[in-house]
């Protein structure tokens, strides 16, 4: 029998951003791959420093698999894709596509949306930011405007990376564009999304639960 893989994130998180802990990405890949995996967790309260032996930026999720150790979610979920052509093609091509894909995600999107949502959280405005986003989400929309995948004519790495960070409330509330829209709610409508999701969620309320009854023990 194969043994899982180890997903490590938080014991808890405050409610905003349970449903966007990026193990979910993890959760996600492993729930589409039928790979095994069972989650272990590090302290929140504490999460900036009790784990930088693993995670040298105090952030989750890790991975380990077997004697390989590995932190952010692009290398994580690179290395789970490669377990699987359920995740990403096994000629060359179509698996460079995918990392092209997956560090556009994170590289060319995610570097402008992170820094225009924490404006928003703290009520600031950049217009610089404002429009550097703008401009970045066009150019994507103009991509799914033209095609129902990334790469390819199916669901890869590449679609999950991506669908997760355009997912972000805010970004979808965010002008109208609506093939963005649409390839958003297909990928989150997959069903290894809906578990992914409805565990993780499920992780954060039961450590609730054992939150209440250390601060009443």
């Known amino acids: 029998m194969t043994e899982p893989v180890i997903i490590w994130t938080l014991d808890w998180v405050p409610g905003g951003p349970r449903g966007f802990v990026r193990d979910l990405r993890l959760r996600w890949a492993c729930e589409e791959a039928g790979i095994p995996y069972r989650i272990e967790t590090v302290g929140f309260d504490d999460r900036h420093t009790n784990h930088l032996d693993t995670q040298p930026f105090g952030q989750v999720p890790m991975l380990e698999d ?60 950049l217009p610089g930011i404002t429009d550097w986003l703008d401009k970045r989400l066009d150019q994507m929309e103009a991509v799914l405007a033209e095609r129902e995948w990334l790469v390819g004519d ?28 649409a390839y958003v709610a297909r990928m989150t409508d997959r069903p290894a999304f809906r578990k992914a999701h409805a565990d993780q969620m499920a992780h954060f309320a039961a450590a609730d639960a054992k939150r209440k009854e250390v601060s009443h023990g």
């Open 66 to 125: 077997g004697d390989l150790r590995l932190f952010e979610s692009g290398a994580c979920l690179m290395h789970l894709a490669r377990k699987s052509d359920r995740l990403i093609p096994q000629e060359p091509s179509g698996e460079i596509e995918v990392l092209q894909w997956i560090m556009a995600a994170l590289n060319s999107i995610e570097m402008v949306s992170m820094p225009w949502i924490v404006l928003k959280w703290s009520k600031q405005e």
């Open 154 to 181: 199916r669901f890869t790495a590449a679609d999950l990376m991506m669908a997760d960070v355009l997912r972000v409330d805010l970004i979808r509330k965010h002008g109208n564009r609506p093939a963005s829209e």
